[in-house]
């Protein structure tokens, strides 16, 4: 037999990642009681080598909770970036066609452990390695939580929860099927990235439409290159040793950045399948889904993990006015707000993807229309504007 033990909060955020990381420090900051429960240890959550790039927004939001002191003196400000298809190089000037936004290269994993730190220090509860944990009675008054931790099973009472749980976690699970509606596009590829302690090939990043397909040259420092290739999506990771990865980059970059790549060990080599995915509504009662629980886009526009700070930003306020001022409008609205960005960013990740690969099933006219597109696009200052503006990301 195990015991059950039982305590309360006003929020249960499940999921620790950015997203729940980002909501629970911004709802301590406005005095409202949280416990996070992650299934995972800290340090695999670390390990997770994910996004590089923030908008301004999520860059402020971490600012805002308290954890945005080492992106301001160690993220990278970029200006640009360059497309370049088939070996035909165009900048993007983000800063001049916005009108002044840029984005900032750093890692999330850098951003996990500021947020953590930041929990940490506000004395926070964090319940690292909880297993089994379910939602009960989501749509009624008094929803709980229940996990099991070092073989006892616990049980948290709450005003609402919060899933943060990623693409597989128990939130989005935990809505009927007559509740939700999915919406789903897999791309026929994934990425092979690979992260090494090499000073980056270009100052801005670079995404390259090849003819052997994607390729993208990243960062994270000045010393730490993140690369990634496109490659079918059930690729073998051990079929890619480090040479034979550093051999296809060259061969997917523009001559010159081949010229002047510099190789070294991998520290980490991953595959990441491509999808397009959006959940609705993001309400289920008491229960609010966010970021990647709620969707995925595939990161060529580097998307995920910002649209994840739009939606922890809506779900914040609303929460802050439930309590400040019983106001209920903000929690009504929430799905609809949030799910109008979120479109938004899926239509420009889409995009992207379909400019920028090569799909299997292409036919020779789907070839000129990506070249068409690849003009379009870059002929025209209004069309960079759009391409900018959804790249810094649109407001919030
Ligand atoms: P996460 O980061 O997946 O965190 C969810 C957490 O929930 C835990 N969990 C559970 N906990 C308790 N009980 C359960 N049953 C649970 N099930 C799951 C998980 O262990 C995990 O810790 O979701 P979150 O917080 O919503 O954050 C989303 C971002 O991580 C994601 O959108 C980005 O990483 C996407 N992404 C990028 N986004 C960008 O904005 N810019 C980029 O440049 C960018 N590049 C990328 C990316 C994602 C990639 N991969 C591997 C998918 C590059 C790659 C390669
Ligand atoms: C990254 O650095 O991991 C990265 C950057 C831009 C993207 C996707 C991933 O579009």
Redesign the pocket.
Known sequence: MTSRTQVRTQVCI?????????LSQLLHNAGIDTIV????SGD??LG????????QG?ADLLRQAGAGARMDREGLVHEGLELCFYGDRRRVDLKELTGGDVVTVYG?TEL?RDLMDARKAAGGITVYE????AIHDPAGDHPRVS?VKDGKTHEIACDFIAG????????RASIPDSVLRTFERVYPFG?L?LLSDTPPVADELVYARHERGFALA?MRSQTRSRY?IQCAFDENLKEWTDDRFWDELRRRLPEELAAALVTGPSLEK?I??LRSFVAEPLRHGRLFL?????H??P?T?????????S?IQYLSQALISFYRDKAEEGLDGYSAKALARIWQAERFSWWMTMLLHRFPDSSPFDARMQRAEFENTTRSRHALANLAENYVGLPY
Do not use: F
């Open positions: 499940i999921g620790a990642g950015p997203s729940g990381l980002l429960l992650e299934r995972q695999y959550v997770r080598i994910r996004a590089g790039i923030l908008e999520m999330q996990t909880a297993a089994n944990v996990y943060c749980d990623g693409y597989h976690g128990v939130s990425w990235g990243s990634y991953s990441a399948p966010a970021g990647d629980a709620a995925i886009v990161p526009g580097a998307k995920g993990l910002n649209l994840a700070a939606d």
